[in-house]
């Protein structure tokens, strides 16, 4: 799974955006949804994503994967990212 490449992921002061430069559309996340983003970006692996958020939101594994599901999920609806989850 990657991240389509006319998108680009930022903060923008406290916020945090992906922006599809082929349709012109920003789309704003929250701060999971771009460690999420940012994890497909760098190629780390669903595992290694999810762990991440178990670490920084002291979360349990089964709440960070069911985030991590619904938000992939979403990125896929939205046509932000390609391939296999």
Do not use: C, P, W
């Amino acid at each position: 799974m990657k991240i389509k490449k006319d998108v680009l992921i930022q903060k923008m002061g406290d916020s945090f955006v992906a922006y599809d430069n082929e349709t012109s559309t920003l789309h704003e996340l929250n701060e999971t949804g771009f460690l999420i983003l940012s994890g497909i970006e760098k190629k780390k692996s669903k595992q290694e994503i999810i762990k991440g958020i178990v670490r920084k939101y002291k979360v349990s594994k089964n709440k960070a994967e069911g985030d991590y599901e619904e938000f992939v999920g979403a990125l896929k609806t939205k046509d932000l990212i390609v391939g296999k989850k």
